[in-house]
Structure formats: structure tokens, C-alpha cells
């Protein structure tokens, strides 16, 4: 291909190369280097894309870029898979989400992480999570993005238990690992169902295939697109495996922000987007994502709402977003599911961020309930923080207002169940604006419910994310005006969803809004200074009621342990651990091993070290085979020349 | 020697060696001593001489004869080694009871 160099490959290989250069030799660098290195990779890798997008921009390269010459990963007789890197309007943005957004929180983690024994380790895993986290997003083939996606799952796993000298964080990443790999199942039966009928795992080629025949849709289409669906939805924490992300909170809370809120857990909507053409022919398959993501939506805000460690109230949120961007596929709007991907990564990575510093300024505390009066404290999180919860909470203007304005717009034309579904995404809008500005009143306003702490601003290495981060937050809504982004990404996702008639779009948005206004002032009634909920006692006292309920997280971790994980674990006790591994294996192991000793201690008997009792064996022998010899007559010359001499001695004598 | 050759069959010279060879055994199953043991060796090597010579005059055949000059050579050798080791046994365990020289038992 002739043109500009690209340096695809880059995207993927300077992390990978951050990744072994830390973590092979970050424990004997100086910090300054490790940093240098931590922080080198991802900014190369966004700024290879950040030249891509701008030569997109000026129109001077044309999507898709095809990576001509991949190096070949199968090739077995019609079947090839390479590593080649793809790159389209869709992979595109995503990219500039996970190395723009990426780049950021590890400039952040500088900050956060600076007095970490770890800082070396957390750097190179940071760095292979972008690794495989650009491998995902470039892969032109379902077998390459497999390998992003298990990657950043080993990723998210190194990361959640970072700190594994706590018990919770070591069994947080393994929750999260053994939930995923649930999901991960799924997908890989949707790949193997996908080789089956299409006979090939290329994006393109099964697209062209499709669209060679118009009359396929359902059957094991159906089955196919439920398969991957079930693998998004452990990636991406949908109902009912979303179980992981709350206790992935046990991670370092930049860790949170980029995989659990900003780029991994998004992975499952940017699957079910780039495979959108398989959906598009199962209508029953799409209102499963939808749904599902409504579902969540709604399950997860609830829950949020009687969360008191902020940063489970996040990851809730994100559940509940994520559900927002389900949603969104599923009404055949992937456009616009991609949309809220990007306006959340920026608003739910500076909530994060903005969480990070105010723990950070805390000491490590993380209960709201011991939080407050942080607004005078510590300003410039106090002022970013509102601006990515005016965000999160659909604030006319604000990024969040338009992606999700887009969902449920797109909701709203899809017949009974789309405004059945538009009306849960309405409601846990509001329930939206209630658990952020709920969170917002505890942290930020009032008097501070801690004597013990001392407030302090983050370093500026933190600050510079947060203030970015907060500009994209506000301004990242208007890439949309005018339905540019759509339009954009209309290549590759199909045309949007027309939103009807103006007047009914802008009634669409009054009510969004007006539900995010309801939230605020149920907020602001309940947790505004004086109010009796922000009462010392009213903290402290036992939740009651449907509060208990929520507050336990529906008790839905306790149902899993009951019908999962128990019998699980005592079938692996009992009946694969004594009566498969004890019974069977371990008795043909003793029964092997007792033959052996037996035939041993027989044989024993025979090695006394007594000379005499050897030689008497040999004797013995040498009798016994000369017996043998003389009365069977064995034709051998010996004992022809033997018996010869025994029984012609007479004639011999002459 | 003629009169040894007509008189004396072959018969009584397998016998006399199949004696010896016997009493070689019998004596080193039963003794203890070791020299003892070893004397009995010998014994069995000379009777097993003594069939050689018998044969190879019974045949024309010299090649009995050049054995019975190795199996000499071979006792000879053993006798210079063997007793060298019955030497340095006695002086390490000050004894040379075979029953008592068991070290490479289990």
C-alpha cells in the first residue's frame, strides 16, 4: 500500500514493550525511569492514533486501513487467521477513547500510586492491560480479539488483587476472573458456532457473507448472537454476572477508573457493536441485549442508591451505564451505545479519578459517611466532580445529557417494548441524578464528619487528568451536534436511528431531564446540610426496610454463594476430592504402589547379603539347568557334544 | 601310559573331576571361613582342569590343554587379588567369617 507510514503495529507493541521493560527489570530501575517508561508507551501509542485520527479528520486516508502484509497466525486449508491490525470509524474511536483516556489515568497514577513498594509492577500491568486492550480493539478477526479479550481479563485480575496481602483483594480478582470466564465460555462457543456456519472468523468476510444472503436471519444466527452476548455480559457486568464489579473495587482506584469504568468493561458493547450485523438479523436476540441493559440499568441504580463506600457507588453507576449502552445496541442504535461508551469513559474515569483524590486526601477512607465539607478542602476535585455528576446526571449540555438523550430516543421508536424500555431508562435516569448528587452532598458539602483527617489538595500529576478529563466531560457531548458522530460512524454501524419528528425529540429530552431534576431534588431534600438523613445518628443507624434490602445489594452475592458456590464447592470437596481424588485416583495410586511394595519385601527376602545363601542359588541354577538339558534333550551342539561324550565313552577309548 | 590309557577308562576321570567339583561346591555352601571359601574355589577350578585334560587327550585335541593353561593363569590371578582383599578385610573387621561380611546387605 502506498502512503504514509502508519506504524499500526505501534499501537499494540509499546505497551507490550513497557510491559517487559517493567516489569522485567522495574524493581531494579530508578523510579524516574520507571515512570518514564510507564508513562512513554501509552502516550506513543496515542499519539500513533491521535496522527491517525487527524489524517481521518483531514480526509487525507480513507477507512477503513486494512494492515496489508499481517503476519500469519492459522492457516488451515480455507481457514486463515492473521494478526494483521484493522482499523474502521468504530475501532477508531475506541482507540482514541483507550490511549487518550488511558494516557491520562496513567499520568494520574503517578500521583496516586508514588508511595506504592508495587510501583514498578502496577506500571507493567497497566501497560499490558493497554496492550491487550488495543489488540481487542484492532483485531481484524473474532480469534485475535478472543486473545485481547482473555488478556485484559488476566489484566483486570493482576490489577484488582494488587494488593494481594489482602485477603479481599485476592479473592476480589478472582471473583472477577471466575465470573468473566463464565461469559468468556459463552463467547468462545459463539466463535466456534461462527467457524462452523461461516467458515471463516474475519469481521469483513462474515459481514459479506451476510449480506450475501438477505434472507438469513434467526436460527442458529439467534443461537450465535446469544452466545456472544452471554460472553459480553461477563465482560461488561450486565445482569446476572455482573456480580464482579463491585468488589473489583478492591483495586487501586485508578485501576477502577480505566478498566472498571472507562475502557474493559466497555469491551462487551464494543463487541456486540462491531458484530452489529449479526444482531441486526436476530430481532429476538436484540431484544434480549435490550432488555437486559434496561434491566441492569435499573437494578444497578437502585443499588447504587444505598451504597456508603463511594466508590461502590461508582462502580454500581457503571453497571447501570453500561446497562444504558446495552440498551442502546439493542434498540439497533449502536451508534449511539458507542456514543455514551465515550462520553461515559471521559465522566465515569474523572469520577473515579476525582474519588482517587479525594480517598488520597482522606488518607485512604473511602465511607461517605465519614466524608463532607471536602468542597472548601479541596476545590479543584470539588469543581470537576460536579462537573462529571452534572454529566453522569444528563445536565443540559454536558456530555452525558447527549449520549443518553440518544438511547432513549432511539428506545422510544422501537415500538411497545422500546417505550416500555424508554420508560425504565427515563426512571433510572433519575435514579442517576439521585445517587450521584446523594454522593455529592455526603462528600463534598456540609461539615466534615471526620475531625480526624486533614484535608489535603492531590498534586498537580493528578489534578492535570482531572481538569482535562472534566473539559472533555462538559464538551464531549457537541462531537455529536448536528448527528456528526452518528454520521461518522455510519460506515461501519449502519445509519442512526431516525429520532422522528423535532417537537417529539425535544419532549424525549424535557422528560430525561426533567426526570435527572426530580432525582436532583430528591437529593437535595434528603442529604442537603440539616436534613435529618445526614444526621450522625441517621448515618450510623442499621439500614431498615427496603434500604436493608438495597443496602445488601438485593442479597443477590449471598443467593450466588447459596446455589453456586456452595454446592460447587462441596461437590468438589466430597465428591471430587474424596471420592475421585481420595477413592479413585488415590486408591489406584496405593493399590500401584502397594503391589510394588509387596513384590519388594517379597524379593527382599532373596538379597540377605548372605554369600553362601547366593552361591547356593547359583549352584542350584547351574543344577537345574543342567537337569534341564540332559532329561528335555535340547538339540544344541553343547549338549550334543555333552551327551555324546557321556554316552559313546565306550567306542571313544580306542 | 598305555597301560594308564587302556586301564583306566575315561568314565573314572569325569568322576574323579565331577568329585572334586562337588566338594568345591559343598565346601563353599558350607563353610565360613573365607579362605576356606576360597581354597574351595580353587578346588572347583581344578576339577573343571581336570575335565579339560581329559577330554583333550580323549579328542587329540590340544585346545583343552591351552584352556586348562588360562584357567591357571586366570586361578593364579584371582589367588594374588583374592587374597589381597582377604588381607585388608581381615585387618578392617578382624575377622573372616563370611556370614559376618555383610556390609552390602540391605
Known amino acids: 500500500m502506498n502512503g504514509p507510514v502508519l506504524f499500526l503495529p505501534l499501537i499494540a507493541l509499546l505497551p507490550l514493550a513497557g510491559f517487559l521493560v517493567n516489569g522485567i527489570f522495574g524493581s531494579r530501575l530508578p523510579k524516574a525511569l520507571v515512570t518514564a517508561v510507564g508513562l512513554l508507551a501509552p502516550l506513543g501509542s496515542f499519539l500513533v492514533v491521535a496522527r491517525l485520527a487527524l489524517m481521518v479528520w483531514s480526509s487525507s486516508i480513507a477507512l477503513p486501513i486494512i494492515e496489508p502484509n499481517a503476519p500469519t497466525w ?186 472498571h469504568a472507562a475502557t474493559m468493561v466497555t469491551a462487551g458493547v464494543y463487541m456486540i457493536a462491531r458484530f452489529h450485523f449479526l444482531f441486526d438479523r436476530s430481532p429476538f436476540a436484540l431484544s434480549v441485549v435490550a432488555i437486559g441493559g434496561a434491566a441492569t440499568a435499573l437494578f444497578a441504580a437502585t443499588m447504587g442508591l444505598a451504597q456508603n463506600d463511594i466508590k461502590r457507588v461508582l462502580a454500581y453507576s457503571t453497571i447501570s451505564q453500561l446497562g444504558y449502552m446495552f440498551l442502546g445496541c439493542g434498540v439497533a442504535a449502536y451508534s449511539a451505545a458507542i456514543f455514551h461508551l465515550m462520553t461515559h469513559a471521559f465522566f465515569k474515569g474523572l469520577l473515579f479519578l476525582g474519588a482517587g483524590s479525594v480517598i488520597h486526601a482522606l488518607g485512604g477512607e473511602q465511607d461517605m459517611r465519614k466524608m463532607g465539607g471536602l468542597r472548601q478542602k479541596i476545590p479543584i476535585t470539588f469543581w470537576t466532580m460536579t462537573a462529571a455528576v452534572l454529566a453522569i446526571s444528563g445536565f443540559p449540555g454536558f456530555s452525558g445529557f447527549f449520549s443518553k438523550d440518544a438511547i432513549l430516543a432511539a428506545a422510544f421508536q422501537q415500538g411497545t417494548l422500546g417505550k416500555a424500555l424508554w420508560a425504565v431508562g427515563v426512571l433510572t435516569a433519575g435514579l442517576t441524578a439521585l445517587y450521584m448528587f446523594r454522593l455529592w452532598y455526603l462528600t463534598f458539602i ?94 450510623a443507624a442499621e439500614p431498615a426496610g427496603f434500604t436493608k434490602v438495597l443496602a445488601h445489594k438485593y442479597y443477590v452475592d449471598e443467593i450466588y454463594n447459596a446455589v453456586f458456590v456452595r454446592p460447587l464447592l462441596v461437590i468438589s470437596r466430597y465428591i471430587l476430592g474424596w471420592v475421585v481424588d481420595g477413592a479413585i485416583l488415590g486408591g489406584a495410586a496405593w493399590l500401584l504402589g502397594g503391589i510394588a511394595t509387596l513384590g519388594g519385601a517379597i524379593l527382599q527376602r532373596w538379597q540377605s547379603g548372605n554369600l553362601r545363601s547366593y552361591a547356593a542359588w547359583l549352584a542350584a541354577g547351574a543344577v537345574a539347568l543342567l537337569l534341564f538339558v540332559l532329561l528335555a534333550g535340547v538339540p544344541h551342539p553343547w549338549s550334543f557334544s555333552l551327551f555324546r561324550s557321556l554316552t559313546n565313552f565306550q567306542q571313544a577309548g580306542h | 601310559m598305555n597301560f594308564l590309557q587302556q586301564d583306566v577308562p575315561l568314565t573314572w576321570y569325569l568322576l574323579l573331576s565331577a568329585a572334586l567339583f562337588s566338594l568345591g561346591v559343598v565346601g563353599f555352601l558350607i563353610k565360613r571361613n573365607l579362605i576356606t571359601v576360597f581354597m574351595s574355589i580353587e578346588l572347583m577350578l581344578n576339577a573343571v582342569n581336570l575335565s579339560f585334560v581329559t577330554f583333550a587327550h580323549q579328542w587329540h585335541a590340544v585346545k583343552g590343554q591351552i584352556f586348562v593353561f588360562f584357567v591357571m593363569m586366570v586361578a593364579a590371578a584371582e589367588a594374588a587379588v583374592g587374597l589381597a582383599i582377604i588381607i585388608a578385610v581381615f585387618r578392617a573387621r578382624s575377622t573372616l567369617a563370611v556370614d559376618r561380611i555383610d556390609l552390602m546387605k540391605l
Open chain 1, 446 to 539: 456540609g461539615d466534615s464528619r471526620n475531625e480526624h483527617a486533614h484535608p489535603h489538595e492531590s498534586p498537580w500529576v493528578m489534578l492535570g487528568p482531572l481538569v482535562l478529563l472534566a473539559l472533555l466531560s462538559i464538551g464531549g457531548g457537541w462531537v455529536a451536534f448536528g448527528g456528526r458522530f452518528y454520521d461518522f460512524l455510519a460506515p461501519v454501524t449502519g445509519p442512526r436511528v431516525e429520532s422522528g419528528a423535532g417537537s417529539l425529540e425535544y419532549i424525549l429530552m424535557a422528560v430525561a431531564v426533567g426526570a435527572g431534576l426530580i432525582g436532583y431534588l430528591i437529593a437535595l431534600f434528603n442529604y442537603k446540610p440539616g436534613s435529618a438523613r445526614v444526621a450522625p445518628e441517621a448515618l
Open chain 1, 74 to 259: 492459522i492457516s488451515l486449508g480455507t481457514l486463515h487467521v492473521d494478526f494483521g491490525s484493522v482499523v474502521d470509524q468504530l475501532s477508531l474511536v475506541m482507540l482514541l477513547v483507550v490511549t487518550g483516556v488511558g494516557f491520562l489515568i496513567h499520568v494520574y497514577s503517578v500521583g496516586y500510586m508514588h508511595d506504592d513498594d508495587g510501583y514498578a509492577r502496577y506500571f507493567s500491568y497497566l501497560n499490558l492491560f493497554l496492550f491487550f486492550m488495543t489488540t481487542l480493539v484492532l483485531a481484524g478477526n473474532v480469534l485475535v480479539m478472543f486473545i485481547g479479550w482473555e488478556g485484559v481479563g488476566l489484566a483486570s485480575y493482576l490489577l484488582i488483587g494488587f494488593w494481594f496481602q489482602k485477603p479481599t483483594a485476592a479473592s476480589a480478582g478472582m471473583k472477577a476472573f471466575v465470573v468473566t470466564r463464565i461469559g468468556d465460555f459463552g463467547f468462545l462457543i459463539g466463535i466456534f458456532l461462527l467457524l462452523a456456519n461461516f467458515g471463516t472468523l474475519t469481521f469483513t468476510e462474515i459481514a459479506t457473507k451476510l449480506a450475501a444472503n438477505p434472507a438469513w436471519t434467526g436460527g442458529i444466527l439467534t443461537v450465535t448472537c446469544l452466545c456472544l452476548l452471554l460472553g459480553a455480559t461477563g465482560k461488561s457486568a450486565q445482569l446476572p454476572l455482573y456480580v464482579w464489579l463491585p468488589d473489583a473495587m478492591e483495586g487501586p482506584t485508578p485501576v477502577s477508573a480505566l478498566i
